[in-house]
């Protein structure tokens, strides 16, 4: 029994000791793009915020990845935008027809 206990507790310790952060997505569309350009963002890690906009969503703290599509450049372009998230902060997303602004909120 006592040797099935020790890795459930290693496994729950692990999940905890990860650093989450808050992330909310702007909900306004870029003027002038698709309706489908939320849909189009890839992102894996990100995918719930995305979905979630304006919502405060939790993701890993750390370094997150998008491709964001280029309406105004080709309908298959897409911008690779790479950057971190802090865990101590509300970063707040607003796409861009190519690319993306950031927030940083600071609790108070």
């Not at 509300?90 to 609790?107: A, D, E, N, R």
């Amino acid at each position: 029994m006592m040797q099935k206990l020790i890795p459930i507790l290693c496994l729950a310790l692990a999940a905890c000791s990860e650093k989450l952060a808050e992330v909310a997505v702007a909900p306004e569309l870029p003027q002038g793009v698709r309706p489908d350009f939320m849909e189009r963002i890839d992102s894996t890690t990100l995918k719930e915020a995305i979905d979630r906009a304006s919502q405060n969503v939790q993701v890993e703290a750390g370094e997150h990845a998008l491709d964001i599509p280029c309406n105004g450049v080709s309908e298959n372009e897409f911008a690779k935008v790479t950057f971190k998230v802090d865990p101590q902060v509300l970063t707040v997303l607003t796409f861009k027809s190519c690319g993306v602004s950031f927030q940083t909120i600071f609790p108070e």
